[in-house]
């Protein structure tokens, strides 16, 4: 049984695909058509079967969805089910008769104004539902509905973010991302042992800089060959330090390994990535 059946219509596959993509992520299981329509079998008999068994139903509001007879059918029967219906509006659009006497009193989750915040917010909204009492669920849900006008009251304490395993940002599901080089701590063997190369391109600097001093600087001089040495090891350890670290960042992405940090150029979300 999926906890969470996604209604959308197919001119919003990627956006309805993206949204699933972040739950599925954030360990929310989905049902969204035509993925979960076993072979041999139909829309019409799946489909109310896989409402009457979700848990929350998260309706992809835009226009293209209010031409949809699809998903006005799956409303319409979501609403008949007494299930939770979480709006996830795509645009800004006034809705027409039968959306809106359906979606009286529905929270909604405005995704055209941050879209980071409104799926951060419809996650949490999911899993309070999913792992609130399914005798309350109603209760609470009356409770906690707001209306469009209201906005929810923003808490002092942000929640953890949460990251599965792959690097695509679990909020926007954006793969441009960027690595806080500052939050880089090296660990383990393979990743300690770049440290290695810092000493390796100081020793090389030194020789490189110690054979060029002997072309430039004449041999009567030899204070200024000693600091040209010199300068040539720090160059060739800073120079060691950068790319050691820059070989640690490269694997970490690659084999999404935990404990480190990556912002979104998309949504600008910082988060920690963890192993699944």
Same mark, same amino acid.
């Given at each position: 049984?999926?906890?969470?059946? #996604?209604?959308?219509?197919? =001119?919003?596959?990627?956006?309805?695909?993206?949204?699933?993509?972040?739950?599925?992520?954030?360990?929310?299981?989905?049902?969204?058509?035509?993925?979960?329509?076993?072979?041999?079998?139909?829309?019409?008999?799946? #489909?109310?079967? $896989?409402?009457? /068994?979700?848990?929350?139903?998260?309706?992809?509001?835009?226009?293209?969805?209010? &031409?949809?007879?699809?998903?006005?059918?799956?409303?319409?029967?979501?609403?008949?089910?007494?299930? =939770?219906?979480?709006?996830?509006?795509?645009?800004?659009?006034? @809705?027409?008769?039968?959306?809106?006497?359906?979606?009286?009193?529905?929270?909604? !989750?405005? %995704? !055209? *104004?941050?879209?980071?915040?409104?799926?951060?917010?419809?996650?949490?909204?999911?899993?309070?539902?999913?792992? %609130?009492? &399914?005798?309350?669920?109603?209760?609470?849900?009356?409770?906690?509905?707001?209306?469009?006008? *209201?906005?929810?009251?923003?808490? +002092?304490?942000? $929640? %953890?973010?949460? !990251?599965?395993?792959?690097?695509?940002?679990?909020?926007?599901?954006?793969?441009?991302?960027?690595?806080?080089?500052?939050?880089?701590?090296?660990?383990?063997?393979?990743?300690? +042992?770049?440290?290695?190369?810092?000493? $390796?391109?100081?020793?090389?600097?030194?020789?490189?800089?110690?054979?060029? &001093?002997?072309?430039? #600087?004449?041999?009567?001089?030899?204070?200024? =060959?000693?600091?040209?040495?010199?300068?040539? %090891?720090?160059?060739?350890?800073?120079?060691?330090?950068? #790319? +050691?670290? /820059?070989?640690?960042?490269?694997?970490?992405?690659?084999?999404?390994?935990?404990?480190?940090? !990556?912002?979104?150029?998309?949504?600008?979300?910082?988060? @920690?990535?963890?192993? *699944?």
């Amino acid at each position: 049984m999926k906890e969470v059946f #996604i209604s959308y219509s197919t =001119v919003d596959a990627a956006n309805a695909e993206t949204v699933r993509n972040v739950l599925e992520k954030n360990g929310l299981s989905c049902w969204m058509a035509p993925r979960d329509i076993p072979g041999g079998s139909n829309y019409t008999r799946e #489909i109310p079967i $896989a409402i009457r /068994n979700c848990k929350v139903f998260v309706l992809i509001l835009s226009k293209n969805a209010q &031409s949809s007879q699809w998903v006005l059918k799956e409303l319409d029967s979501a609403v008949n089910c007494g299930k =939770v219906i979480l709006p996830f509006m795509l645009e800004e659009c006034i @809705l027409n008769d039968e959306f809106n006497f359906l979606l009286t009193g529905a929270q909604r !989750y405005a %995704a !055209y *104004q941050k879209k980071a915040e409104a799926m951060e917010t419809l996650i949490s909204r999911i899993r309070g539902i999913i792992d %609130a009492p &399914s005798a309350s669920v109603a209760e609470s849900e009356s409770v906690a509905v707001l209306t469009e006008e *209201q906005k929810p009251e923003k808490s +002092s304490k942000k $929640a %953890a973010p949460v !990251y599965l395993g792959e690097t695509v940002c679990p909020a926007c599901g954006s793969d441009e991302l960027t690595l806080l080089p500052k939050r880089v701590k090296r660990s383990g063997v393979a990743e300690l +042992s770049t440290m290695l190369l810092i000493p $390796a391109l100081a020793i090389a600097g030194l020789f490189v800089f110690f054979i060029l &001093s002997t072309f430039i #600087i004449p041999y009567d001089m030899f204070g200024l =060959v000693v600091l040209f040495t010199l300068v040539g %090891a720090v160059v060739g350890g800073v120079l060691g330090n950068i #790319i +050691s670290k /820059n070989i640690v960042k490269r694997n970490r992405i690659r084999r999404h390994l935990p404990n480190t940090c !990556y912002k979104c150029k998309s949504c600008s979300k910082v988060f @920690l990535g963890e192993d *699944q």
